[in-house]
């Protein structure tokens, strides 16, 4: 690893001009690309404290060796030569948008004798009218229906060329679904035509073709020509599917793709909506793993650069109206950019309102369902699972497989109602009928570490008091824990009494690994809590959520995971789960503690009388004040429950308990007065 002060250029000799900059490693390979407005600025941020930078910064300066430069005459020459080399050497530290395969188009080769309709991917070719993009399945079923109307050459060159020496049509032929010109059955120029009106169609203009199929129904049916006007009828309602299989979302002739994207701390799912006449034609989505420091507008500028850079010199592909959920830093150089690939305006902004925002917050529903799916999948993969749980323990150098993972989290808001939570994660995969919640009180409620010191201690006491209950157990029965026949033994009782059900352990095995939701200071008061204890076969580490940093005890210096690892994406993920499950307890607690009342704490008095008290005498006050004989008219009040009430104010009397009336606490009413 480098040290960044070694290749560190003069201040004085970086230009302050636009311009675009590579890192590269000692082997002269490149591992960074990005762009400045300021080179000396933007620069010099890498070297001035190279400690301060976040993890994945700092993995790069230190893993370069070099770095270069080149000056540009204006933002937008270095927006295109930072995408030219992005593209070209595909370094490790950029951010990368794949999908797994690019989306097909419908294309009608115009430039060939006998047009050819097909579905087509990847680059455009010269001469061929393009539509789309389509989904995999909805374009085959598209092609398939309008060759019924518009039977337009679908073969390929060698079949066409097989059926022009042989005289006979190809099967699409026989079944009408080509007009065969290559034997004749239809001109070059009426087959050329055909495929215009193909072209027209998908252009968005159905009503006219439509019309005239009705009007030559309504011809033969005159004529009695039932059968032909049958096959009328079925083109009619053939061409109506293929035009209304996409609903009309925006105004018709609205060109627009909309992006919108939904991310956490190591990936974004990205989804685009392509609309075309009013239409959604298409929908494509993207996860990439966040490899540099970048915030939504920089991701947005990465995605429009990487989405339409390689469609360059294919004009007609980009929209007039590219919506986007965050405008990047350079909006004006982006759109100049992308108005130069399509050859017209083209409009980048977010929408604020109307339909188009309506569109955007649907997208956003794709994108967020989009990562829930990709996160659940590699949750469940077995050797995702697998790998994780290897890397975890390689990078730990902990010397067992990690069969249980614990995690524990605390919650409170400002110091009030404060729990813990206790999640379990088995071969990888959450259980959570051992999952544990605690309420913390006293001193220990005073701050995290000692919330975490004391939950701590209470799991692994219960522990150790199952463990020496046991023992005991195992002793008063004459065997050692383990022995076989001790087994046999518990076995036979087993079989012996079917009507007592075996008691509940209220605590599993320990487990290998013990993961807590903070930083150095948490980690060391869960070690301390198990050293007390006199436990040394767990291991503690704490993840720290703002940068993702493994602490290990009385360690100076975090343990940085790779952010594509399976390793930190599992830690990521119990984490998670610890603290959904502490917030969604401190909430049920934080509720029941919002409505409080004096008579919470009579003995003996339960919800349904305390009901019945307040509805008789109408507030605390009037209770307070009835004697034990009135108190009995209450329903549901007997004379020793009356006389509990009584002592038990007189007991409280001139004390805040005693005093304080029913109030909810989220809005201040007081319920009982």
């Known amino acids: 690893m480098a040290d960044p002060a070694s290749y560190r250029p003069q201040t004085g000799e970086i230009p302050t001009n636009p311009g675009v900059y590579r890192f590269r490693d000692p082997h002269g390979r490149i591992i960074y690309v990005g762009k400045a407005k300021n080179l000396r600025s933007r620069l010099n941020s890498y070297f001035a404290n190279p400690a301060g930078l976040l993890p994945k910064t700092h993995a790069m300066v230190h893993a370069a060796s070099s770095v270069e430069w080149t000056v540009v005459g204006s933002e937008l020459e270095s927006l295109q030569l930072e995408y030219t080399w992005i593209k070209e050497f595909k370094p490790r530290f950029n951010v990368m948008f794949r999908d797994d395969k690019s989306y097909p188009y419908l294309a009608v080769t115009m430039g060939e004798k006998y047009p050819r309709v097909q579905v087509l991917r990847g680059e455009r070719k010269k001469g061929t009218r393009y539509f789309g993009p389509f989904t995999a399945g909805a374009i085959r079923d598209t092609l398939d229906t309008l060759l019924r109307v518009f039977p337009v050459r679908s073969c390929s060159a060698g079949v066409l060329k097989r059926a022009e020496s042989s005289g006979r049509p190809c099967l699409l032929g026989y079944i009408d679904k080509c007009a065969a010109p290559c034997v004749g059955r239809i001109s070059a120029e009426d087959h050329r035509a055909l495929a215009e009106d193909l072209c027209t169609f998908m252009g968005g203009e159905a009503k006219p073709f439509v019309a005239r199929l009705e009007k030559e129904m309504a011809a033969a049916v005159a004529e009695l020509d039932y059968e032909r006007a049958a096959r009328l009828r079925d083109d009619i309602v053939a061409l109506k599917k293929v035009f209304e299989r996409n609903a009309v979302v925006l105004a018709e002739g609205t060109d627009a793709d909309i992006f919108a994207l939904h991310e956490d701390e190591l990936e974004a799912a990205v989804q685009v909506f392509h609309v075309r006449g009013g239409r959604i034609r298409g929908q494509r989505g993207w996860v990439v793993e966040k490899v540099e420091d970048s915030t939504t507008p920089d991701l947005v500028e990465h995605l429009l650069q990487q989405v339409y850079g390689d469609e360059a010199g294919s004009q007609g592909r980009l929209p007039r109206e590219v919506l986007v959920p965050a405008e990047p830093s350079n909006a004006a150089q982006l759109a100049e950019w992308l108005s130069g690939l399509r050859g017209a305006r083209v409009d980048v902004r977010v929408p604020q309102r109307g339909d188009k925002a309506t569109l955007m917050s649907t997208v956003r529903e794709n994108a967020e369902h989009a990562l829930k799916l990709h996160k659940s999948r590699r949750a469940g993969d077995l050797t995702m699972r697998s790998q994780a749980l290897q890397e975890l323990q390689e990078a730990l150098d902990l010397p067992v497989a990690l069969m249980r993972i614990e995690c524990f989290d605390i919650s409170h808001v400002q110091g009030t109602n404060v729990v813990g939570s206790m999640v379990v994660v088995e071969d990888g995969l959450p259980k959570k009928s051992d999952y544990r919640k605690f309420s913390v009180t006293g001193a220990a409620a005073n701050d995290d570490t000692a919330a975490m010191h004391d939950v701590l201690t209470r799991r692994f006491r219960h522990y150790l008091q199952e463990k020496a209950e046991q023992a005991e157990a195992a002793r008063m029965t004459g065997h050692q824990p383990g022995h076989r026949a001790a087994v046999e033994a518990a076995v036979a009782v087993a079989l012996a009494d079917t009507t007592t059900p075996a008691p509940r352990t ?74 959904r499950f502490a917030i969604s307890f401190h909430r049920q607690k934080r509720g029941k503690a919002m409505t409080v009342s004096a008579l919470d704490a009579v003995p003996g008095l339960g919800d349904s009388k305390r009901k019945a008290l307040l509805a008789q005498f109408g507030s605390v006050k009037s209770i307070k004040a009835a004697t034990a004989d009135e108190l009995t008219v209450a329903k549901g009040i007997g004379p020793s429950l009356a006389s509990a009430i009584v002592r038990h104010f007189n007991a409280e009397d001139g004390s805040e308990a005693a005093t304080v009336p029913a109030i909810n606490m989220t809005t201040g009413e007081i319920l009982e007065t």
């Open 506 to 579: 209220r605590f599993a095995y320990p487990p290998n690994l013990v993961v807590v939701d903070g930083g150095q200071p948490q980690v060391n008061a869960a070690a301390r809590a198990l050293a007390e204890l006199g436990i040394e076969d767990v291991y503690v580490v704490g993840l720290a959520k703002r940068l993702e940093e493994v602490w290990l005890p009385d360690s100076d210096f975090p343990v940085i995971l790779p952010r594509a690892s399976a390793g930190l994406y599992l830690l990521q993920r119990v984490r998670d789960e610890a603290h």
